[in-house]
């Protein structure tokens, strides 16, 4: 993970259940053990209803106040941790959960924390850390997976590790500087004394999936079922929807409607595929071919129905396809589907095939992994 000092704010995000302690060990390992060390500027901590309430009364506040206790024993700074950073998991129609038990409440959470994660990893000056170190496993299943999805090179994810009798002893939170003393459960009541525990930080390698998210799920609220289907169509076999009468596409689980001549050029460059044609060699400067704009041109009916349009493309296509029109149809067209598909795009671009000035363009598609429908126009 970056260090430190190359992001103003560093965002610490934990999940939590019951115990609380898990954050402040967190911040611990983070903060004093590691090399070099992170200090975050901000926590937010996820959690149930009853977590939350455990945090609250724990770690805020002046007694016992864990949280600032542990940020004056190593002298960390002020790092901003207030209830407003203790979010709540709610169930569909918005009740704080108490638990996480069925599929419905795991849907609810799952969504919430990957709206959390999105947000914050908007800000581009920001490194966040997720640990995964408590709660139920769903819920750190969810928080690591939304890391995936909207991780960046700069975060990072981790789990933390405490030593034994430590592990889960409800009145530990951090290895302290001085002597603290406390027990271990009954019968046995063994004095531990808490300045010798040992805490530790397992960073967790992860798959970043960003870059290959379009665009409109990184920005807009889309459900964590959304987000996990879009992945997968990225991720998976890609498949190309061709529909003349829509003037439509569909690439990666997306639809988007092209202009007539973008939308003529991209059908134009899948129907050779389907037909095994080899790719389109681009026209040479000052030699237009009118070949090319023949077969352009009976794309480009169908695409566009309005006569005005029509004549204006068969008038520039009079003496055959020039050099710049050809680029400047298969710019537009990448250019389209980049802004629709982000990085997802260079399955369904066209693209060149050979070296200059042999270079030749059409899809990198399979022709099984295009469906061109028929058109009515076809039928007539």
Request: glycine share 6%; net charge positive; proline share 7%.
């Amino acid at each position: 993970m970056a260090q430190s000092v190359e992001f103003q704010r560093r965002i610490l995000l934990g999940v939590c259940g019951l115990s609380p302690q898990v954050l402040t060990e967190t911040v611990y390992a983070l903060a004093v053990r590691r090399e070099p060390p992170w200090v975050p500027t901000e926590v937010h901590l996820v959690t149930t209803q009853e977590g939350a309430q455990r945090a609250r009364l724990t770690l805020l506040g002046r007694s016992p106040g864990w949280f600032q206790r542990l940020c004056r024993d190593y002298q960390l700074g002020e790092i901003r941790f207030t209830e407003r950073q203790i979010h709540v998991l709610s169930d569909g129609k918005g009740a704080p959960l108490t638990d996480i038990r069925s599929r419905e409440d795991n849907e609810s959470a799952a969504g919430q924390i990957a709206a959390l994660v999105r947000e914050l990893t908007s800000d581009p000056g920001s490194a966040l850390h997720v640990s995964i170190a408590g709660g139920r496993k769903t819920i750190g299943f969810y928080a690591g997976y939304a890391l995936s999805l909207f991780g960046r090179p700069q975060d990072a994810l981790s789990h933390v590790l405490v030593s034994a009798p430590f592990e889960a002893h409800p009145e530990f939170y951090y290895p302290t500087r001085s002597s603290r003393i406390i027990y271990t459960p009954p019968p046995d009541s063994r004095p531990l004394d808490t300045r010798t525990a040992e805490v530790a930080l397992a960073e967790i390698p992860f798959v970043r999936l960003r870059r290959l998210l379009p665009e409109r799920l990184l920005a807009a609220n889309s459900s964590y079922t959304e987000l996990v289907r879009a992945t997968e169509e990225t991720l998976g076999t890609p498949k190309l929807v061709i529909d003349p009468d829509e003037r439509a596409i569909t690439a990666a689980g997306r639809t988007l409607r092209l202009p007539p001549s973008e939308f003529a050029f991209y059908a134009w460059m899948a129907r050779r595929k389907l037909r095994g044609a080899e790719p389109v060699p681009c026209p040479s400067e000052g030699a237009p071919e009118p070949a090319l704009a023949k077969e352009f041109l009976r794309e480009y009916l169908q695409a566009d129905p309005g006569t005005t349009a029509r004549a204006r493309t068969r008038r520039a296509l009079r003496n055959g396809m020039e050099k710049n029109y050809f680029l400047e149809r298969k710019s537009r067209v990448n250019r389209l589907l980049e802004e629709a598909l982000g990085a997802s795009a260079w399955a369904y671009k066209v693209q060149g095939f050979g070296k200059r000035p042999d270079t030749r363009y059409g899809l990198a598609l399979e022709s099984e992994q295009i469906d061109y429908k028929r058109s009515r126009w076809e039928e007539e």
